[in-house]
């Protein structure tokens, strides 16, 4: 599953809450990046049953907790790379809004 195929029937709906400011970002992303909110989710969601299903530890941390996360080299390196491009893309997002 890569989450980028929203043509298929076996597609079920699901409710994320989310924080209004993060929603209105994320939506705000996906459209400058040209992809679906739920194509992103499903990524995010593939990625994690992936960690999941090779025993590894992915714990997403939402700030309310001391969670301890342990993940691979590979994973590390990954998610910063990723958490960059999520900053970077915040920051052009906020310079647009003024």
């Known amino acids: 599953m890569t989450g980028t195929d929203n043509s298929s029937s076996e597609l079920k709906a699901v409710t994320v809450y989310l924080d209004r400011d993060m929603q209105r970002k994320f939506r705000k992303a996906s459209v400058d990046v040209d992809r679906s909110m739920s194509s992103i989710l499903g990524d995010?969601?593939?990625?994690?049953?992936?960690a999941y299903n090779k025993g590894e530890t992915l714990t997403l941390q939402t700030g309310e907790s001391d969670d301890t996360v342990e993940l691979t080299t590979a994973q590390i390196t990954q998610l910063r790379q990723t958490q960059e491009l999520l900053h970077k893309t915040l920051s052009i997002l906020d310079e647009h809004e003024d």
Do not use: E, I
Not at 44 to 50: E, G, K, P, S, T
């Open 44 to 50: 995010l969601v593939a990625r994690w049953l992936d």
